[in-house]
């Protein structure tokens, strides 16, 4: 072996070496400061331990005229026959959407995507799901607990609200300003907007910032985390929820 091919691997030995006093300390340092990053979009549960210490959040409040918005009075019948109101989630974070169990195309997605979070955050007590039909002549408790079995839905904060129809419509356009109405021109005679709100332990409307400064204001339930982009070129915004919806739990 010539001396060249000496210093060559004394070169490589040399850098190694110097990478291992360089970086090593500082991973180990990380780790033991809790500031590894840690991936949002893993598929198990998050632990209960990830939300015992109390922090506050970079997500705003949605105002109207400089007061923060707060989820306005409700009371609907749930798939068990009971009356859920407002307070009832109190102290829970929470989504809202608005849907109806026949809907033949942006539901089922919408409901897919929420069952994929409610298993993300499995066993948390204070995270829950209001759903609101838009069709309750036909969504009576009885079709709302079959949709809960065909679904998946498991947990005990997800309520499938059925009532009058007016009030829901209200709720939804002037409550949340989330679209809906009835049009007999498209499929099935309904149309409404595929988007979530996510409300904070205290009944506020909150949401993440976009890149100008200004509040998102909902989250797009249509598009998966898998799919990561539409046909449209549009982007999911589950993972970011998700990311989200923890922050407010340490809250």
């Known amino acids: 072996m010539s001396k060249k091919t000496n210093y060559s691997y004394v070169g ?3 850098v190694i070496l110097v990478f291992g006093i360089w970086f090593i300390p500082r991973i180990v340092d990380r780790i033991t400061h809790g500031d590894t990053v840690r ?5 198990e549960p998050i632990s209960k331990t990830d939300f015992s210490k109390e922090e506050s959040s970079d997500l705003v409040f949605i105002k109207i005229n400089g007061t923060p918005k707060k989820v306005p009075a409700f009371s609907f019948t749930n798939q068990h026959g009971e009356t859920i109101t407002e307070q009832d989630y109190l102290g829970k974070v929470y989504l809202v959407e608005f849907f109806f169990t026949t809907c033949p195309t942006i539901c089922p997605r919408m409901n897919k995507n929420l069952v994929q979070i409610q298993n993300k955050f499995e066993g948390i007590e204070d995270f829950g799901v209001a759903s ?3 069709m309750p002549k036909v969504d009576t408790p009885e079709v709302l607990k ?3 079995e065909e679904y998946g839905i498991t947990n005990p ?4 609200m059925t009532g009058d129809q007016d009030a829901i419509f209200e709720l939804a356009n002037i409550g949340f300003n989330i679209f809906v109405g009835e049009n007999e021109t498209v499929e099935a005679g309904f149309e409404h907007s595929g988007n979530f709100a996510l409300i904070d332990k205290n009944g506020f409307i909150r949401s993440r910032q976009d890149d100008f400064g200004n509040p998102k204001i909902f ?5 998966s985390e898998e799919e990561k982009v539409d046909e449209d070129g549009f982007k999911e915004e589950i993972s970011m929820l998700k990311t989200d919806i923890a922050k407010l739990l340490k809250e």
């Not at 904060?157 to 499938?160: D, V």
């Not at 989250?219 to 598009?223: A, V």
């Open 157 to 160: 904060n997800w309520n499938l």
């Open 132 to 134: 609101f039909t838009i």
């Open 219 to 223: 989250y797009s339930g249509i598009i």
């Open 146 to 148: 079959a949709y809960t």
């Open 39 to 43: 991936n949002d979009n893993r598929s």
């Open 12 to 14: 490589i030995a040399f």
